[in-house]
T-cell receptor, first 117, second 110 residues
Framework: GAVVSQHPSWVICKSGTSVKIECRSLDFQATTMFWYRQFPKQSLMLMATSNEGSKATYEQGVEKDKFLINHASLTLSTLTVTSAHPEDSSFYIC?????????????FGEGSRLTVL | GQNIDQPTEMTATEGAIVQINCTYQTSGFNGLFWYQQHAGEAPTFLSYNVLDGLEEKGRFSSFLSRSKGYSYLLLKELQMKDSASYLCAVSSGGYQKVTFGTGTKLQVIP
């Protein structure tokens, strides 16, 4: 089956710094990738839809200048948390759909746990 | 906007059958997913329903009624390892974005 790889798995940073998270589709081309955020004991909250070669589409309430998304190729999307603060600490997870698969299944990366000190 | 609702928690006995319901309201509906998620891990795919009816896959079955905005996940012969969160998610719109419900935490007891 299709594989989505996310890096880094864990990151700890100081308040005010920026952190970049990469999401790669390893064996299929993903014109669209999705970025989610998950707080403890809560479900996944869609942050934005990342579109290859164009601007990302952000969900209501998500600051696009805070969470920069770049989807420069069919296999790579990046999420940069700019000027991170402790309240940005969360589990960030990317996903991509492989429409070549019958189900159009949504495949997830391993997730990135961000801790801002 | 979208509204996807599931019960917050459920408890069931090992070997039994449990049904987890999901109701949704959305425009541009494409399909409905069910995912399983263990704490601290990424979700794993269980099922995807596009058309009305029941899809069976081993111990897991998923049902969809598009006219009612309703789906359920049926788990048979429950095992302890089935204790996890079960997430209902709806695909909608031109980019077929996938939005998740609140999730149901299932606890299987001996």
């Amino acid at each position: 089956g299709a594989v989505v790889s996310q890096h880094p798995s864990w990151v700890i940073c100081k308040s005010g710094t920026s952190v970049k998270i990469e999401c790669r589709s390893l064996d299929f081309q993903a014109t669209t990738m999705f970025w989610y955020r998950q707080f403890p004991k809560q479900s996944l909250m869609l942050m934005a839809t990342s579109n290859e070669g164009s601007k990302a589409t952000y969900e209501q309430g998500v600051e696009k200048d805070k969470f920069l998304i770049n989807h420069a190729s069919l296999t790579l999307s990046t999420l940069t948390v700019t000027s991170a603060h402790p309240e940005d600490s969360s589990f960030y997870i990317c996903s991509a759909r492989d429409f070549a698969e019958y189900t159009g299944e949504l495949f997830f990366g391993e997730g990135s746990r961000l801790t801002v000190l | 906007g979208q509204n996807i609702d599931q019960p917050t928690e459920m408890t069931a006995t090992e070997g039994a059958i449990v049904q987890i319901n999901c109701t949704y309201q959305t425009s541009g509906f494409n399909g409905l997913f069910w995912y399983q998620q263990h704490a601290g891990e990424a979700p794993t795919f269980l099922s995807y329903n596009v058309l009305d009816g029941l899809e069976e896959k081993g111990r897991f079955s998923s049902f969809l009624s598009r006219s009612k905005g309703y789906s359920y996940l049926l788990l048979k012969e429950l095992q302890m390892k089935d204790s996890a969160s079960y997430l209902c998610a709806v695909s909608s719109g031109g980019y077929q974005k996938v939005t998740f419900g609140t999730g149901t935490k299932l606890q299987v007891i001996p």
